[in-house]
């Protein structure tokens, strides 16, 4: 959510998401050509680089050091990575790899997957649980649920008649969503019990290919993209436990019917009422562009953010109370060429809250909170939104320290991981 990592043919950049106005150019690196995957390990140094020259290859860098950590080479072309500070994962068409971070070392390799030329892997970046998701069969919308930290399978979840097209774990890893090929039906599980908790539709017509499917980092929000102009965003309305009272606004008064009616009405019909319409909506200017999205805050702000496979940027702004039509409020471009400012994310300021209601109180109650000591209106880049707190891991490696992360060791030699304490 605050970091921005693209390959381009002639090798690939990095940017923060700090600010609206201004993409903060971190890094450059044009030494790999073709790169097809590149994968940031949160907004450490840790840099994950494969390229279309050697397709079988990982890379995995130390960029602010400008070195190179290790490199690992798989039995066929690598289709996708996935990092939190646990665990690293690479996914082949029919095989997944699971390394233990710190020391690179292979822990488990899950053979004969489900053929998949996309490569579908989700991982929680809850480095507590690491659950991983992936499909069980390429014929039915089967998930397995395999714990990526004591290495075995939880369970599997029939999650969709067709074959899978989108996997997403909500922050904390205890909500999994999924969408199949179809693109029509999205559906949201609680996490490791597999129960289905929501049912989103995207619009009854049209089949599409669902591109991304993210959960902002409260949850509130699952945001889901596809190869038409539009892109949905959808409200998990909590119709269990208690929440701070509504606004008294018309949809807030009709939410709260809706709400009660579910809670009276049998699973099965409960089920039915939670096929909602979408509760924002974006209209793209370009359709059949891929697209990745993302739902953040940036500058105390809830956005929705989309990356287009052109080398856009396009910030939109976020209704989180009545939702509807989100506005366009920046377009930045990639691919433009500008200097990377060094001392971007060195900014160590208290953390910040994440939450999309937590903001927008903030912002209603203190008008006018830029004049208070350390929230800056520019000052995107507090330590909190960069890296959320819960992310730092404790163990044998600094991973908390970014100007240690990642220590420099031989990839296979264990005795010489260390921790210096500082
Ligand atoms: C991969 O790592 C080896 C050392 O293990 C090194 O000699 C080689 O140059 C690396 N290859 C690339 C392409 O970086
Ligand atoms: C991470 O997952 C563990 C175990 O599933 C859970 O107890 C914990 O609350 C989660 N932590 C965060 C910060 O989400
Ligand atoms: C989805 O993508 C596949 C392959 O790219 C394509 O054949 C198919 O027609 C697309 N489906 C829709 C509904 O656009
Ligand atoms: C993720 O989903 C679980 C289960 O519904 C929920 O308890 C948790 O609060 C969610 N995580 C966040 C960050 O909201
Ligand atoms: C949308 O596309 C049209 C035509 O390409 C262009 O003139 C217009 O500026 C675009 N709007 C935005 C907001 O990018
Ligand atoms: C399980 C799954 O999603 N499998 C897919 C893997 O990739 C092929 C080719 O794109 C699809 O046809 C499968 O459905």
Redesign the pocket.
């Known amino acids: 959510c605050s970091s921005l990592a693209i390959g381009t043919k002639t090798g690939y950049r990095l940017f923060s998401l700090s600010s609206v106005e201004q993409l903060d150019h971190v890094y450059e690196n044009y030494e790999i050509p073709d790169v097809y995957i590149v994968e940031r390990l949160f907004s450490s140094s840790l840099v994950v680089v494969v390229s279309h020259t050697k397709p079988r290859q990982m890379n995995v860098y130390h960029f602010k050091k400008g070195t190179e950590i290790c490199n690992y080479s798989y039995s066929s072309n690598i289709l996708s990575i996935r990092l939190n500070r646990q665990r690293l994962i690479v996914c082949l068409e029919e095989s997944i790899y699971i390394h233990n971070i710190k020391d690179m070392k292979l822990l488990k390799t899950i053979l004969e997957t489900p053929p998949n030329t996309t490569g579908l892997c989700a991982l929680?970046i809850?480095?507590?649980?690491s659950?991983v998701a992936y499909p069980g069969s390429s014929t039915i919308g089967e998930i397995m649920l395999y714990d990526g930290n004591n290495l075995r399978t939880v369970c599997t979840i029939p999650a969709h008649d067709g074959p899978l097209a989108a996997l997403t774990f909500n922050?904390?890893?205890?909500k999994l969503a999924s969408a199949s090929e179809k693109g029509t039906v999205i559906r949201v599980f609680s996490i490791?019990d597999g129960q289905k908790l929501y049912e989103f539709r995207r619009g009854m017509k049209r089949y599409v290919n669902i591109s991304s499917l993210v959960f902002s980092m409260d949850s509130q929000f699952l945001c889901a993209s596809s190869n038409t102009e539009t892109v949905h965003i959808f409200k998990l309305e909590h119709t269990t436990d208690s929440r701070p009272e509504e606004p008294p606004t018309w949809s807030g008064y009709m939410g709260k019917m809706f709400m009660a009616a579910t809670n009276y009405l049998p699973a099965q019909v409960s089920d039915m009422m939670n096929q909602d319409r979408a509760f924002a909506t974006v209209r793209l200017n370009v359709s059949g562009q891929r697209n990745i999205c993302t739902l953040s805050t940036i500058q105390k702000l809830p956005r929705l953010l989309v990356t287009t496979s052109d080398g856009h940027l396009y910030i939109y702004n976020l209704d989180p109370q009545d939702g509807g039509e989100c506005v366009l409020i920046k377009k930045h471009s990639l691919l433009d060429s500008g200097k990377p400012d060094e001392n971007q994310e060195n900014d160590l300021r208290p953390p910040f809250p994440q939450s999309y209601a937590a903001t927008v109180a903030r912002q209603s109650s203190t008008p006018s909170s830029s004049t208070r000591p350390g929230y800056s209106e520019d000052g995107g880049a507090l330590r909190g939104e960069v890296i959320?707190e819960?992310?730092f891991a404790t163990g044998p490696v600094c991973l908390d320290d970014e100007n240690e992360f990642p220590p420099l060791w031989q990839c296979e030699d264990m005795a010489s991981v260390k921790c210096k304490k500082s």
């Open positions: 929680s809850n480095h507590s649980n659950y922050s904390t890893g205890s490791p959320p819960h992310e």
